[in-house]
């Protein structure tokens, strides 16, 4: 019965689940919301009590809501412990999700629309808002019926997919974007220069060297005290 709702109308909705997002319970509020419109809109009578607990704690990435949406509803329509699967999943998928969206694709999305917006800025633009969406919608999209058909086992998904591998080949594209765009850079703006391409990309492959072993902030600290150190010995 909940397979057959419309994919677009959970989409929309999940749209708004971080609206009421909040120091006490986080994203509780926003995953009771979806729970309730969901039961409403397919006449699943949820008791008072499994509907009010909806209303405790939970932190999960908003685009992979709707993959325990659907394994929160397949466990309680089978009589399983749906809020024990939402916690472990929740915590999973964050994970995933953080993972691939904030930590990979928002800077791959950034590096391909600057070498794009080099050329022409409404391009770039629009290449950022249409790239980095094909993905956000596509997961809302799927998310609903992909955790309603595999309840608890919604990560074998994911390992099928090799999810886990898409920000390692997303990371190199970027690396090797980022590459490009700061050599087209230094080539329009100043002209070729060996000494100072070769400058920016040690400083380049240093702060994604200290990036993955420290703390951003700490590793622009420690390449900033080695760029004063190099401009003290060198003078220049």
């Given amino acids: 019965m909940v397979c057959n709702m419309k994919k677009g109308l959970i ?18 509020t926003g995953y009771k919301y979806l729970i309730d419109e ?27 809501i709707n993959f325990i949406i659907g394994m929160w509803f397949k466990e309680y329509l ?22 691939f969206f904030w930590h990979t694709l928002r800077p ?12 022409e800025p409404f391009v770039g633009l629009i290449f950022y808002f249409v790239f980095f969406n094909i993905f956000h ?11 309603f058909k595999l309840g608890k086992e919604v990560i074998s998904w994911f390992n099928y997919i090799k999810f886990n591998s898409w920000s390692k080949y997303g990371d190199l ?3 090797f974007g980022f590459g490009i765009l700061l050599s087209m ?23 994604f060297l200290f ?19 190099i401009v003290y010995v060198r003078g220049m």
């Fill in 137 to 147: 919608i596509f997961f809302l999209w799927i998310g609903f019926d992909a955790g």
């Fill in 11 to 28: 989409l929309l909705k999940s749209l708004f689940f971080t609206a009421n997002q909040n120091i006490t319970n986080m994203q509780g």
């Fill in 78 to 99: 089978n009589k399983g412990d749906p809020d024990y699967f939402k916690k472990v999943y929740g915590s999973a998928l964050a994970a995933l999700g953080d993972s």
């Fill in 173 to 175: 594209i970027a690396v």
């Fill in 185 to 207: 850079l230094i080539k329009i703006n100043i002209g070729f220069q060996v000494d100072l391409l070769s400058l920016v990309s040690f400083f380049a492959v240093l702060g």
């Fill in 108 to 119: 791959l999305s950034f590096v391909l629309s600057a070498i794009l917006a080099i050329y």
């Fill in 211 to 229: 990036a993955k072993r420290l703390d951003v902030s700490l590793a622009f600290i420690v390449a900033l005290i080695l760029l004063l150190l």
């Fill in 38 to 64: 969901i039961s409403n809109k397919n006449e699943i009578n949820i008791d008072n009590e499994t509907l009010r607990n909806q209303l405790g704690y939970f932190n999960s990435h908003p685009f992979m």
